[in-house]
């Protein structure tokens, strides 16, 4: 582990604390955010990112976006408008009920997703300098955190 920089506090006496650090300092250190922008022309910033990904299941509502994000509807509106201008998804007509209205990926927005899973899913250089073994206990380690926090309250990130 590395000394702590210029500035910064010694490392937090909390073994959670400190493995969190080190997991956020090794995440911010490789953001791909600025080649994901460059890429795509545009940030995903402001819950645009979120939206697209969770269209990639499907067609869903504004309510039920709106409601997925922890958002309100008219946020959640201005959100899809973004989106709809960048021409990455549409508004369709429900089905079942015509008041309500279908948010829905185009074939751009399938290949901005396409993009970003190239871009954001391709691990860092470093990562290639551990064991394959290694490699396998700290995916084993993300998955049960994941399984932890899945089962924490219900809420996934909190």
Known sequence: M???RAGEAGPPADPAQQAWALMQRFVEAHSRRGELADALGFRLG???????FQLREGP???RQLA???GLDAPYAT???DKLEAHGLVER??????RRRKLVTLTAAGHDAIATADAILLRPPAAMRTLPQEDLGRLAELVARLLDADDGADGSPGQ
């Not at 402001?46 to 697209?52: I, P, V």
């Not at 369709?92 to 009920?97: A, L």
């Open 60 to 62: 869903l509502t504004l």
């Open 46 to 52: 402001g819950g645009r990112g979120k939206f697209l």
């Open 67 to 69: 409601q997925a994000n």
């Open 92 to 97: 369709r007509p429900h089905p079942d009920d």
């Open 78 to 80: 201005l959100v899809v």
């Open 2 to 4: 590395n000394p702590p």
